[in-house]
């Protein structure tokens, strides 16, 4: 196997130092630098492309008005209900009432902030619904598309 190859192929971790452990002379493992196990660059490209797939069936729900923009949030952050409301200190049954449109739209100004905190996101554009990239897309994480 040419680990040169490999470790310089784009994937998951692009921009990113890795190790990958290898059976070296005598049995021994060691650390070289790259991922070398293909199979894990493809299964977190088909992870990756399932997330893109969920985040744009949220954004047709959120067009079709199913759902507030909170619905795209979450999911584009990789959340569900249950960790949103640990995030934002509220119920469960509350965070799912706001992604129903006619309660986000009466939300108050506190329950916005909480929302904007855990989204990095403004107060403005969260209450227009503007859906703006995930927060991982800012630190150059996005994802890439597969060959």
């Not at 990958?20 to 493809?42: D, K, M, R, T």
């Not at 795209?72 to 049954?93: E, G, I």
Request: aromatic share 10%; proline share 3%.
């Amino acid at each position: 196997m040419d680990i040169e190859k490999q470790s310089s192929d784009a994937g998951v971790a692009d921009g990113l130092k890795t190790v990958s452990y290898v059976a070296g002379s005598g049995g021994n493992h060691e650390l070289v630098p790259g991922f070398i196990w293909q199979p894990v660059n493809i299964v977190n490209r088909q992870a990756w492309q399932e997330i893109e797939r969920q985040i744009e069936a949220s954004k047709r729900k959120i067009s079709a008005g199913k759902v507030s923009c909170l619905h795209y949030y979450m999911t584009a952050n990789q959340m569900d209900s249950s960790l949103l409301a640990k995030y934002t200190s509220q119920s469960r049954w509350l965070v799912r009432l706001h992604m129903v449109p006619f309660f986000f739209n009466r939300l108050r100004a506190s329950s916005i902030s909480k929302y904007t905190e855990i989204f990095k996101v403004s107060s403005d554009d969260l209450i227009q619904g503007k859906l703006n990239p995930p927060v991982y897309e800012y630190r150059g994480y996005e994802t890439q598309a597969v060959d």
